[in-house]
Every structure is written in C-alpha cells, then in structure tokens.
C-alpha cells in the first residue's frame, strides 16, 4: 500500500523559511516522479512542483518559481520542498503526490498535508 | 482564480444522474486528456479518473468521463450519499508547462 507522509509545516513569518518532507513508501520511489500540490482554504488544489524520479528536470509553477526548490533522497525515499521568501499566499495545506499530474502520470496518492500558515 | 472553470454546486437525489462540467482552454483540455479528483471534507483529494475515462482500481463504474473539445465532464449515476464531496477536474497545461485545476464543484445528494 502506498503511504506519504509530509513533515515540516508550521507557523512561520513573511520573508522567511521553511522546509518540507514527505516520506513514501509501499512503491519503489525512485521510478516515479514525484510532487507537491497545495490547497488554500476553501480553494481548489494548485500544483506547486514536480521531480522525475532520477530526481533531474525539476519544474515549478511561476507562482513559486526562484523561491521554491524541490528535491528527493531516493536512498532514503524522501521528497522535499525547501521555500524561501514565503509570502502570505503561500498559506496551504501543502500535500506530496504520486505523479507528475498529467492523464499517463495522474495524482494518484497522495499524502494526509501539512499545514503552512505565514503570518506575522 | 483557477484556469480550468467548474461549476460551484451541483446536486440531486438518491439514485438520479449527474453531470459536473470543467471548461478549459486550447492548451489544455483542449490538447490533453483530463484527471477527476474526489475531496471529503478534512481529508486529501483522491484520484477517480485518468486520462478523460480510466477509473483507478476501486473507483465504481457509476463514475464516468468525456470530453468534447475545450470541456470535459463528469457523470455519476445511481447517486448516493456517499458521493456528497468536492470534484475537482484537472489537465496538463502546454503553455504553463504543468497540471491545472478547476475551482471545485460540491456535489449534495438531497
């Protein structure tokens, strides 16, 4: 069974950093790509980032673009997201799926989230 | 707001059939299939359609999809009350290079 654990969410204040990981297991990690989605309150899910499994190509939605950057630890099967510059709209619950969100590589797990809230 | 536009309710009785439409773009739906997710309340979303009409394993046959053009839908029949949830439709964008959402749908079963 596939199971995704994120850590790391927190109350954190407006210019600076925080950093999550997700913890997988139940599939063998490295052959998948991996990402991360977010959900503000009562709004829909916004894809965040995407990694392949090798853990190369790395791409990012322009709305986090040069302040987020995500990785993996396929030794460890750990997928991470390092943020920088939070601003208030980065407020979500942040979840780490399975897939790279197209109709051959859907979301098809997905992690219980963490909440972020940036606030001063 | 969310690229991809869906209605905010939708609703009907036990048993009934309902549609849940998603209206898009040329550069996505209209150039690539479409993924169904299923959200309770609380709870992380969960997959229930790939590429425009594949259910996952688990997923009922009651849960179907289509596509036409720059919309898609999604039909659900012999409606129940555990089907009461948040539908959200999504497509690979070609010009924003990622996944797109749409805004939401919650579906109550009266």
């Known amino acids: 069974e596939v199971q995704l654990l994120e850590f790391g969410g927190g109350l954190v204040q407006p210019?600076?950093?925080l950093r999550l990981s997700c913890a997988a297991s139940g599939f063998t990690f490295s052959t998948y790509a991996m990402s991360w989605v977010r959900q503000a309150p009562g709004k829909g899910p916004e894809w965040v980032s995407s990694i392949m499994g090798s853990g190369e190509s790395p791409f990012y939605a322009d709305s986090v673009k040069g302040r987020f950057t995500i990785s993996r630890d396929n030794s460890k099967?750990?997928?991470f997201l390092q943020m920088n510059n939070l601003r208030a709209e980065d407020t979500a619950v942040f979840y780490c799926a399975?897939?790279?969100?197209?109709?051959r590589s859907p979301f098809d797990s997905w992690g219980q989230g963490t909440l972020v809230t940036v606030s001063s | 707001q969310s690229v991809l536009t869906q209605p905010r309710s939708a609703s009907g009785t036990p048993g009934q059939r309902v549609t849940i439409s998603c209206s898009g773009s040329n550069s996505n739906i209209g150039s690539n299939t479409v993924?169904?997710?299923q959200q309770f309340p609380g709870t992380a979303p969960k997959l229930l359609l790939y590429t425009t009409n594949q259910r996952p394993s688990g997923v009922p046959d009651r849960f179907s999809g289509s596509k036409s053009g720059t919309s898609a839908s999604l039909a659900i029949s012999g409606l129940q009350s555990e089907d009461e949830a948040n539908y959200y439709c999504s497509s690979w964008d070609g010009s924003l290079n990622g996944p797109v959402f749409g805004g939401g749908t919650k579906l109550t079963v009266l």
Do not use: E, M, P
């Open chain 2, 35 to 37: 993924n169904w997710y």
């Open chain 1, 77 to 79: 099967n750990t997928l």
């Open chain 1, 15 to 17: 210019g600076k950093s």
């Open chain 1, 98 to 103: 399975k897939g790279y969100g197209s109709g």
